[in-house]
């Protein structure tokens, strides 16, 4: 190697595959380090990008949206590139950006959902959470669903900050919905639907939630809707009891619950049911859609790790509803080219080293990031120490892997890969075209955005309004 990697005179070039906040993290960390040159180019599948941030936080937490402001900053760098409408494994393969690129990181979270097993599970009605939320939120992906909101009751299956989410969007007011940026034909169709009581069930008990406090305090906050909560389902057994005394958030969740069990019988439009130790064991339906679940009553067993499992008693009940939306995880899917552990559902990697699945061995020059790292967990701002973490091994590797061909190093080359092969790629630019289109149709109506939902119609308000 004549010169170093990292170099004025010979750049670090990166790919990033994925563009939500993990991404962005670990553009950032590598644009902190003082004595590292690096080009990068971030891919993404859609124009737009955020992931998440854009396509999974709910419309009515704003706030948590501002975290862009940081990534807009990280993208504008000018050793920073982005290559939106452009699907890897497709438009760009694997073998292609091993030979344009010396390191890649994998920064493409969990896109599917894990299912329940359970009988009925795919009837009519029931659908994974993910779906609702991207629905909700615009994703081209989900955009088109029709969701049946015409029966009265909801179950949501989990107790995520997930499940808390899409049970208040089905019970919030449509008029507070309208002041923010939820997809408009969401919208339109919440202010038909006719769900009246959305019952939440939590396999273990409340002790073990995976909720934050703040989601769960919004529900006490909701107009027009009651928070029911049996005070039998808060008896905590001596195992959680003892749990609490190290578990801050659990303390706090388990308080907000009680203040809830408190309030008695309250008359409202709309009802939250939160109920505990209860598990679904089959969906019911009737000429292919779904009209009531049957749940099993649990009880908590101590493992042998000091964990507590839940396990069915044999009491069994059954609760009419015409919608089901499971949220018991998200899951990443397997890229075409890149080791994956089936077991894990992640990226296989240690310590954000992508592996070969055979033998467990780094293959060289290949990171991963963020929930195809380590599992779906952890909130926005985990990403962060996540990805510096990465950006550490890949600092560490620089002096033992194989640099690309001098011949591949000119950036232009992968603008011209694209181009001979049709693909309509988005620049950042591009994309605060977009950004910008959307911000005024919103503040015509009074809204954060109005967001355009589909690739091509995205495309196409990007080519009208381009300067």
Request: net charge negative.
């Amino acid at each position: 190697m004549s010169q170093s990697l990292g170099t004025e005179t010979r750049p670090l070039r990166v790919a990033i595959i994925g563009a939500g906040p993990a991404a962005f993290y670990a553009a950032e960390a590598l644009l902190k380090q003082p004595d590292l040159v690096c080009s990068i180019d971030i891919f993404n599948r859609f124009p737009t990008p955020f992931g998440l941030v854009r396509d999974g936080v709910a419309p009515d937490h704003q706030s948590i949206k501002s975290v862009t402001r940081i990534y807009d900053r990280i993208a504008s760098n000018p050793h920073v590139r982005y290559f939106g409408n452009v699907t890897f494994g497709t438009d760009i393969q694997h073998e292609d950006v091993k030979q344009l690129y010396d390191q890649i990181i994998y920064a493409v979270g969990a896109q599917s959902d894990r299912k329940m097993g359970i009988p009925g599970e795919d009837l009519a009605g029931s659908y994974p959470a993910t779906a609702f939320v991207g629905w909700y939120n615009g994703h081209p992906d989900y955009r088109d669903l029709e969701f049946d909101l015409t029966h009265e009751r909801a179950i949501v299956v989990g107790n995520g900050n997930v499940a808390m989410d899409v049970t208040r969007i089905l019970v919030s007011d449509p008029d507070e919905l309208a002041k923010t940026d939820i997809a408009d034909t969401a919208l339109a169709r919440l202010r038909t639907s006719n769900v009246r009581e959305v019952v939440v069930l939590g396999r273990r008990g409340p002790a073990q939630a995976a909720f934050t406090n703040a989601e769960i305090k919004e529900f006490g906050e909701l107009a027009g809707v009651a928070i029911i909560v049996d005070p039998a389902d808060l008896e905590l057994d001596q195992h959680s009891a003892a749990a609490l005394a190290d578990n801050k958030i659990a303390t706090k969740n388990v308080e907000i619950l009680r203040s809830y069990a408190t309030r008695g019988h309250q008359s409202a439009p709309r009802t939250i049911h939160m109920r505990f130790l209860t598990s679904p064991v089959e969906i019911i339906g009737e000429q292919g859609r779904v009209v009531a679940v049957r749940v099993e009553r649990n009880r908590l067993v101590l493992q042998h790790n000091g964990s507590v499992r839940a396990q069915g008693t044999g009491e069994f009940e059954t609760i009419p509803a015409g919608l089901v939306l499971r949220s018991v995880g998200y899951r990443s899917v397997p890229l075409k080219g890149v080791p994956f552990d089936e077991y894990t559902y992640t990226i296989a990697n240690v310590a954000g080293r992508v592996t070969n699945a055979v033998d467990g061995e780094p293959v060289g020059g290949e990171y991963v990031v963020g929930w195809a790292k380590r599992g779906p967990s952890g909130v926005i701002g985990t990403n962060k120490p996540d990805a510096v973490a990465t950006v550490a091994a890949m600092l560490e590797d620089l002096p033992t892997i194989t640099p690309i061909a001098d011949a591949n190093r000119d950036p232009k080359r992968v603008e011209q890969l694209l181009r001979e092969r049709g693909v309509d790629y988005v620049t950042y630019d591009d994309w605060k075209v977009l950004d910008a289109y959307e911000v005024k149709c919103g503040a015509e109506q009074g809204r954060p955005r109005i967001k355009v939902t589909s690739v091509p119609e995205m495309l196409t308000v990007i080519k009208q309004n381009r300067l």
